[in-house]
Nanobody, 120 residues
Framework: QVQLVESGGGLVQAGGSLRLSCAAS????????MGWYRQAPEKERELVAR???????DIADSVKGRFTISRDNTKNTVYLQMTSLKPEDTAVYYC??????????????WGQGTQVTVSS
């Protein structure tokens, strides 16, 4: 069984920074891509950023220049460094990973979500 465990959310003032982490564990052969989505109240879940093993990045226009995604393949962990946070960044942030298991299947996993609240 595979698990995604997120950490790093919280309350921060506008202009502040937070770092999210998401660690995958279990019967993992490979992860590609790995990234972050967010969902604000009464809004649809949207892509924030994701990273592929080959180095390709997909980053939402709304966070370009402020958020940085990175991964440590030795730890099966993805990070989201968020700077210059704005109230509109307030949302539940979810880790997502497309995981190829040792058994050969590719399965999409989601983390439990971590709340990020930015006060004005």
């Amino acid at each position: 069984q595979v698990q995604l465990v997120e950490s790093g959310g919280g309350l921060v003032q506008a202009g502040g920074s937070l770092r999210l982490s998401c660690a995958a564990s279990g019967s993992i052969f490979g992860i590609d891509p790995m990234g972050w989505y967010r969902q604000a109240p009464e809004k649809e879940r949207e892509l924030v950023a994701r990273i592929f093993t080959g180095g390709r990045l997909d980053i939402a226009d709304s966070v370009k220049g402020r958020f940085t995604i990175s991964r440590d393949n030795t730890k099966n962990t993805v990070y989201l460094q968020m700077t210059s946070l704005k109230p509109e960044d307030t949302a539940v942030y979810y880790c997502q990973a497309l995981i190829r298991t040792v058994g050969g299947n590719s399965v999409l996993y989601w983390g439990q979500g971590t709340q990020v609240t930015v006060s004005s």
